[in-house]
């Protein structure tokens, strides 16, 4: 009986052991923050270059951070897919353990405030006078506002207006066709591609339209952004609309109906590639570069970076993308899509500032963006990981696999996204021009990019800002796009309009109210 | 008197103790080897029982698990009342018992199969490629499955049209996607499953199949009147070790596969739980699942295990 008595005590100590490791933990910054007595800044970023590996142990960088600024730096490497980051810190947060900084997208830094979990940072950019003129503007921090507070440090993410609208010139030229500037016209090439051998094989091996499903909560409403020129030609491009009297959810405009039937067409006529539901991004960049279809919408450096473009040359040394203009729609519309601005948000923990690290890391983030750490950061080491070129732009020269762009040299700029700004600088190193080794073509992606940018885009920035549905209200919004696209439910007025109406009732107009009020309070509404 | 009882008891107390420990010392290396799981499982398992309280608090990570509010019942309404909660049941115990009507009675024959094998070399092939899907991951599976079954130019869609038929988007079509999963499941994990099936057939006597066979008994008969009973009490306690986690229907793997066409027969308790629980941040909503998913096995274990004991006279406890 004792011995059961102790074994049953043990375990009721065992199960409450969690009771003295959740929610009073309280780090605190005992550190002189001196290079003999440093301060510990754990930073969980995202990695510039997924694929490659974490800075290693022996980056000059640590001794440069410790010796200058008194910071014992501690580095993580976040999973590079978005939803396991977000499982990463929520779980983490879940267990008030957050790291001292580290990135997070606002859907989740939203959740995280709510909890309380991180820091208000709005005295901190008087503090970085010279980040905070490089990378902080309004529109930034306007980005990590909530509830009128700022959480966050909202440095430029991916450039915007990086993709566009591409078709296969030497399929155009083949079958003797023009470049498409209607939807009318546009049926008529996707006809032609999937029923006329543009490639002259023999086989009935492609199709008119290539995409597949990239959405989010935000921006890109089911069926995605790679629908995008086609929803532009009906207006209904991007998953919010921002002109009056419109302002809402774009699936509100009777001309979402009218893409649909115009997207059901596409599909029942079979000039889409059938397999764009099934593809995940892998499978439709392999599918374009085995010459799968002749029209799609791709972002400018999985088009034209050379790693990228390279096995498309090798298989068809002929062939040839050419970025084409927003096609117009029966209505006048045209664009090739909506575009945000996009960030990338450093939140600082309520743990760490407690701790009183908040100035260490403003300390930190500012000397990163002194010409010191920005090259070391954004390059590495010159003359070891990189060299400038006679316009002073960093270039790999002949350094060879330790250069920056080398599989040695990669790593020592995995933190480069803390730093850089999309400047002209950095846009020029990061896209050289190249020539095609089969085909010997020029090729530049910084090209491509500026060329995407020239299209009409519609404004939608702000988007990111705005509130994200329930899960339900999310599936019932994507399931019943897709089913009427799939055929699973008929496309007619009257199942529209009960879609609508059941959209509305388990949520969508509460969510609609919601994001009509915050574009109001921001002023996004364009008259 | 009394004194005299009470030290004849205490006697016999240390001298059973005394016994325990001669026992614990005389099998040590197995009490060892027991410690290893027994403490992950205290860890992992027990330990953590202590935050299921959540589930009925208004769990705010800065506050704890303590010092959260109490709510009631109010995360469980929250999952009862989804608009999708009969839906994400139906579709969750779908795939559950169709993976167990499928993939169980399959596993029970290719473990048959390959002890009934007589050429070993061709035995060890078919193990070996039988077991092989158990290691790929989901994200592999889902490539290989995109190859085979992808409307455009998948294997067997080229095979359907070569034949004159039309072709079928197997991952987005509603009538063809649970069988995909319910398969592709099967497939992977055939071969990992029938290993319990095979250690238990290696226990069978063969003296039995030796017996029979000079009784005239032909091979279906063999089996029919030797191996499936000698089996059934493994099969029985597979049968009701598989219904404590009905409600975990694979998380993974429709993870994976689903798409938006498909949420209809897709969605399942935990993929729901993955999007509404632990993306919001709601993690007392996502316990409180988890316990009800406990708790649901559990009186399906204890049902079953009864229902056994009564039918077959073999029960797991």
Known sequence: ?527 | MEKGQTTAVTAEKKKQKSKLSREIARHRSVYLLALIPMIYYIIFKYVPIWNAQIAFKDFKAVQGVVGSAWIGFENFKEFFNSFYFWSLLRNTIMYSVGKLLISLPLSILLAIAIYECTRPVLRKIVQTLAYLPHFLSWVIMYGILLTLLAPGDGVFNDILKMFGGNSIDFLSNTKAFPWVVLFSDAWKEMGWSAIIFIAALMGIDVSLFEAAMVEGANSWQRVRYITLPSILPVIVTVLILKLGTILDAGFNQIFMLYSPQVYSVADIIDTWVYRQGLLEFKFGLATAVGLFKGVFGMILVLFANWISKKVTESALF
């Open chain 1, 1 to 527: 009986m004792k011995a059961k008595r102790i074994i049953a005590v043990f375990l009721i100590a065992l199960m409450a052991i969690p009771m003295f490791a959740s929610g009073s933990s309280e780090a605190k910054a005992t550190a002189a923050g001196t290079p003999e007595d440093p301060v510990t800044i754990e930073l969980w970023f995202g990695a510039a270059i997924t694929e490659a590996g974490m800075i290693p142990d022996d980056w000059v960088g640590y001794e440069i951070i410790r010796n200058e600024l008194g910071i014992d730096l501690k580095l993580s490497m976040l999973p590079s897919s978005e939803s396991d980051q977000d499982m990463r810190i929520q779980a983490t947060g879940a267990g008030n353990a957050l790291p001292d900084i580290f990135m997070v997208r606002r859907p989740v830094l939203v959740n995280l405030v709510n909890q309380g979990l991180v820091a208000q940072v709005d005295d901190c950019f008087e503090k970085m006078p010279n980040r905070t003129a490089l990378i902080y503007d309004d529109d930034a921090i306007r980005n990590a506002t909530i509830d009128g507070h700022v959480y966050g440090f909202a440095s430029p993410g991916a450039i915007a207006k990086n993709e566009g609208l591409l078709i296969r010139k030497d399929w155009l030229d083949n079958l003797g066709l023009e470049i498409p500037t209607t939807t009318d016209e546009l049926l008529e090439v996707l006809r032609a591609f999937t029923f006329d051998d543009p490639d002259g094989n023999g086989l009935n091996d492609t199709y008119g339209y290539g995409a597949f499903v990239e959405t989010d909560a935000t921006l890109k409403g089911y069926p995605g952004s790679r629908l995008w020129p086609i929803m532009g030609a009906f207006g209904v491009e991007g998953l919010w609309c921002f002109d009056a009297p419109n302002q809402g959810l774009s699936i509100y405009k009777p001309e979402f109906y009218d893409f649909m039937v115009f997207l059901k067409g596409m599909c029942d006529e079979g000039i889409i590639d059938p397999n764009w539901l099934s593809y995940k991004k892998d499978d439709f960049r392999a599918a374009w570069k085995q010459g799968r279809f002749g029209v799609m919408y791709e972002q400018n450096a999985a088009y034209a970076a050379e790693a990228n473009y390279a096995p498309f040359d090798s298989n068809f040394p002929d062939g040839e993308w050419v970025i084409i203009d927003a096609i117009t729609g029966p209505d006048g519309h045209a664009s090739i899509g909506a575009y945000d601005m996009n960030y990338r948000i450093y939140a600082v923990s309520q743990r760490a500032a407690d701790a009183g690290k908040l100035d260490k890391i403003c300390e930190l983030l500012e000397w990163m963006s002194s010409d010191e750490g920005y090259y070391l950061l954004g390059w590495g080491q010159e003359g070891v990981n990189y060299v400038f070129d006679e316009n002073g732009v960093p270039v790999a020269g002949d350094l060879g696999d330790n250069a920056y762009t080398g599989s040695k040299g990669q790593v020592y700029t995995q933190l480069r996204n803390l730093v850089f700004y999309n400047s002209d600088v950095e846009l020029t190193s990061r896209y050289p021009t190249y020539t095609c080794a089969v085909s010997g073509k020029e090729m530049s992606a910084l090209v491509a990019l500026r060329e995407m940018q020239s299209k009409k885009w519609t404004n939608a920035v702000g988007s990111s800002t705005l509130p994200t549905p329930s899960a339900d209200v999310q599936r019932f919004y994507d399931q019943s796009l897709a089913e009427f696209l799939s055929g699973a439910k008929e496309l007619t007025p009257e199942n529209w309009a009960a879609f609508i109406d059941q959209f509305n009732k388990i949520g969508g107009e509460a969510w609609n109210a919601e994001g009509v009020a915050a574009m109001e309070a921001d002023g996004l509404v364009r008259e």
